[in-house]
T-cell receptor, first 112, second 114 residues
Framework: GQQVMQIPQYQHVQEGEDFTTYCNSS?????IQWYKQRPGGHPVFLIQ?????EVKKQKRLTFQFGEAKKNSSLHITATQTTDVGTYFC????????????FGTGTRLTIIP | GAGVSQSPRYKVAKRGQDVALRCDPI?????LFWYQQALGQGPEFLTY????????KSGLPSDRFFAERPEGSVSTLKIQRTQQEDSAVYLC????????????FGAGTRLSVL
């Protein structure tokens, strides 16, 4: 079945440093979605990328979707304590239904 | 309501007990999803409805798990004869089935089976 891996599993950064998480799917995705889950919370939608090679920015966050639509990345510039949480990529399989296969997640902690 | 509502927020069950988890999706949302999230892991798909039709139940781990959405709105996930390995957070999400089709998640039900 479809598998979505993320690296790294954990990342500890000093406040103000940059952070990147990488997402790789075993199958082609029709789109990629990113979610943030705070400790004890539920996944909250951040963004959706649909086109091959697409890049989107949200303030300090930059999202990329690979040319083959099998990988993606999230980069945060100048992290802040509010960025703490686990970041998940997720996507529906190309040609499949809407169900999302979530990545393994990257847990970000910030050292003040 | 404004968001996806799930109840109860927490459920403690004795092994072998039956439980029912409820999800109220965002009004007007056509699609409804159930996911299971074990501690420290990402959500895993269980089942999916479009209106009242259950289109995909490939993620249900066993025949002890049953989901329904009889009127195309509220959904119930039922787990019969609960086992310790059923302990997890059960997340419900809904989407409008149009446009970018984003899934909006509820706060989840944390199930602990003793």
């Amino acid at each position: 079945g479809q598998q979505v891996m993320q690296i790294p599993q954990y990342q500890h950064v000093q406040e103000g440093e940059d952070f990147t998480t990488y997402c790789n799917s075993s199958t082609t995705l029709s789109n990629i979605q990113w979610y943030k889950q705070r400790p004890g919370g539920h996944p909250v939608f951040l963004i959706q990328l649909v086109k091959s090679g697409e890049v989107k920015k949200q303030k300090r966050l930059t999202f990329q979707f690979g040319e083959a639509k099998k990988n993606s990345s999230l980069h945060i510039t100048a992290t802040q304590t509010t960025d703490v949480g686990t970041y998940f990529c997720a996507g529906p399989q190309m040609g499949g239904n809407e169900k999302l296969t979530f990545g393994t997640g990257t847990r970000l902690t910030i050292i003040p | 309501g404004a968001g996806v509502s799930q109840s109860p927020r927490y459920k403690v069950a004795k092994r072998g007990q039956d439980v029912a988890l409820r999800c109220d999706p965002i009004s007007g949302h056509v699609s409804l999803f159930w996911y299971q999230q074990a501690l420290g892991q990402g959500p895993e798909f269980l089942t999916y409805f479009q209106n009242e039709a259950q289109l995909d139940k490939s993620g249900l781990p066993s025949d002890r798990f049953f989901a329904e959405r009889p009127e195309g709105s509220v959904s119930t996930l039922k787990i019969q004869r609960t086992q310790q390995e059923d302990s997890a957070v059960y997340l419900c999400a809904s989407s409008p089935n149009r446009g970018p089709n984003i899934q909006y998640f509820g706060a989840g039900t944390r199930l602990s089976v003793l």
